[in-house]
């Protein structure tokens, strides 16, 4: 593999990659949020990755990553008596979003490491470059 298809598969996970903290970062800021516009409490969302075949120039296929798709996780959300809260129902029980933010934390650091792993394949991989063009010299 050379390096400049190394850096594109990169740089193809670092794209998923930050799409899955902007996922996870929406996820922990409604956390709270217990009316959407759509009607009810805000649904948890989660990201998939897909694989997927990418042709180089030499005509081999390499395999890359992809955001698949971010959908609900349809789990339900706890309910919390709190007959002051404006959504609370004739029981006094609130619907409240199924995000459990010590789980989105996890998520979030996972994500940021890979992420970093995969900055740091890229920053070697230019190094690794630039090394090889001051061997010509």
């Given at each position: 593999?050379?390096?400049?298809?190394?850096?594109?598969?990169?740089?193809?996970?670092?794209?998923?990659?930050?799409?899955?903290?902007?996922?996870?970062?929406?996820?922990?800021?409604?956390?709270?949020?217990?009316?959407?516009?759509?009607?009810?409490?805000?649904?948890?969302?989660?990201?998939?990755?897909?694989?997927?075949?990418?042709?180089?120039?030499?005509?081999?296929?390499?395999?890359?990553?992809?955001?698949?798709?971010?959908?609900?996780?349809?789990?339900?959300?706890?309910?919390?008596?709190?007959?002051?809260h404006p959504d609370a129902g004739p029981?006094?029980?609130?619907?409240?979003?199924?995000?459990?933010?010590?789980?989105?934390?996890?998520?979030?650091?996972?994500?940021?490491?890979?992420?970093?792993?995969?900055?740091?394949?890229?920053?070697?991989?230019?190094?690794?470059?630039?090394?090889?063009?001051?061997?010509?010299?």
């Amino acid at each position: 593999m050379n390096l400049i298809t190394g850096i594109d598969l990169s740089a193809d996970a670092l794209s998923a990659q930050k799409t899955r903290l902007d996922v996870v970062a929406q996820n922990i800021a409604n956390a709270q949020t217990t009316r959407t516009p759509e009607g009810g409490p805000y649904q948890r969302q989660v990201v998939s990755f897909e694989t997927e075949l990418m042709k180089r120039s030499d005509g081999a296929t390499v395999e890359t990553v992809k955001v698949g798709q971010i959908a609900p996780d349809r789990t339900p959300g706890q309910q919390v008596y709190n007959p002051q809260h404006p959504d609370a129902g004739p029981d006094g029980m609130v619907k409240m979003p199924n995000v459990n933010l010590a789980y989105e934390m996890v998520d979030l650091i996972t994500a940021s490491r890979a992420y970093e792993a995969n900055l740091s394949f890229v920053k070697n991989a230019r190094t690794l470059a630039q090394k090889t063009l001051d061997i010509g010299k």
